[in-house]
């Protein structure tokens, strides 16, 4: 029996109340990354539904999906591909605009990191609202790469970024949820 086989991912998450304001329930997976069997069992979550799939490249959300998209690139033998915010990449980048609370924000792929039909795992650790997410399928297909997918460590299904990700024909594989914000 492997040592990863009886954890309960969800108990290594920790939630910090009223965090970054009042009323919010900050889902911090630092205390997941930090458990090595733990971190361990959530990288074996979530490569399993795509271990079988063609996938050449594994595309990261900064900054949480950069750790999580390269340890499921290393899994499913594939190569990695940073999403940044804008002004962060040193070669010349393509980007897409994305709404937040209080305004508009950027992320950046480098123009040259995939060919035209290639496809892609998108990887974060929480999927919300789905803004960056939805941001970031849509940036992939500017490169012409196909989005196989898109795998998650928490979803918050109350604001509704999976089914976001869904109209845009991307399915999200997702290893827990939390209700509420």
Do not use: W
């Amino acid at each position: 029996m492997s040592l990863t086989a009886n954890i309960d991912l969800k108990d290594l998450v920790r939630t910090v109340p009223d965090y970054p304001k009042p009323g919010i329930m900050f889902r911090d997976i630092t205390t997941l990354l930090g458990h090595a069997n733990g971190f361990q069992a959530c990288i074996e979550q979530l490569v399993r539904p795509f271990r079988n799939q063609r996938i050449e490249s594994v595309a990261g959300i900064e900054a949480r999906g950069f750790i999580l998209g390269g340890a499921v690139a290393d899994r499913l033998h594939c190569r990695f591909i940073p999403i940044r915010k804008k002004g962060k990449l040193p070669g010349k980048a393509v980007g897409q605009d994305y709404e937040l609370e209080y305004g508009i924000d950027v992320i950046e792929i480098h123009e040259d990191a995939l060919n035209a039909g290639e496809p892609v795992l998108l990887v974060d650790d929480l999927i919300a609202t789905g803004g960056t997410a939805e941001a970031a399928v849509k940036l992939l297909r500017k490169l012409h790469a196909e989005v196989v997918g898109a795998a998650f460590v928490i979803d918050l299904p109350d604001l509704g970024g999976s089914a976001r990700l869904a109209k845009l024909g991307v399915e999200c594989h997702t290893l827990m949820t939390f209700e509420g914000d």
